[in-house]
C-alpha cells in the first residue's frame, strides 16, 4: 500500500467521522429546542421570581426604589412622580402606577398600602393597634384579663 492510499484512507476515515459529529451536533441542536419550547410552555416557578429581585439600574422603578430606600416610609403617586421630574397628570399617574401595580401583584419589592400610595415590602409597616380595630380603643387595659374573684 502507498503513501497516497494510506492518506486516502485516513481522510476517509475522518470524513466519516466528522459526518457522525455532524450528525450528533444537528441532533443535540433538535433537543435542546424541544427543551426551550417546552420551557415556554410551563408556568414561571416561585423560585424564578425570587432569583429575579433587581430593577435595571437607571429606569424608572429603580429610581422610584431607590427613593423610597431614601424617604424610608410608603409615598403617594403624586410625590413620586415630583420626584422624577414628571407632571402630575393622569397619564404619568396610570403609567407609573401600573408599572408599580405589576410588582405589588406579584408581591416583589414594591407594596401598595393605600390608593396611589406605594412602598417597599423591606419597610415592614406596622398597622397601629387602634386602626385594627376601632372598637379597641374605647376598652379598659385590663378587659379580657381574668381576675381572681
Request: proline residues 5%; aromatic residues 6%; positive net charge.
Amino acid at each position: 500500500m502507498g503513501a497516497r492510499a494510506s492518506i486516502q484512507k485516513l481522510l476517509d476515515r475522518k470524513l466519516l467521522e466528522m459526518e457522525k459529529l455532524n450528525q450528533q451536533l444537528a441532533d443535540m441542536r433538535v433537543y435542546i429546542q424541544a427543551l426551550q419550547d417546552t420551557l415556554k410552555l410551563l408556568p414561571k416557578d416561585e423560585a424564578d421570581k425570587s432569583t429575579a429581585k433587581e430593577l435595571r439600574p437607571g429606569s424608572s422603578l429603580a429610581q422610584v426604589q431607590e427613593f423610597l430606600k431614601r424617604e424610608g416610609t410608603p409615598q403617594h403617586i403624586s410625590a413620586i412622580l415630583q420626584f422624577l421630574n414628571r407632571p402630575i397628570d393622569k397619564a404619568n399617574r396610570v403609567s407609573i402606577a401600573g408599572s408599580l401595580g405589576g410588582y405589588v401583584k406579584e408581591k416583589r419589592i414594591f407594596t401598595r398600602t393605600g390608593p396611589n400610595t406605594f412602598g417597599l415590602i423591606g419597610f415592614g409597616e406596622e398597622v397601629p393597634a387602634d386602626k385594627t380595630n376601632p372598637a379597641a380603643a374605647d376598652l379598659p387595659d385590663d378587659f379580657g384579663v381574668e381576675k381572681g374573684w
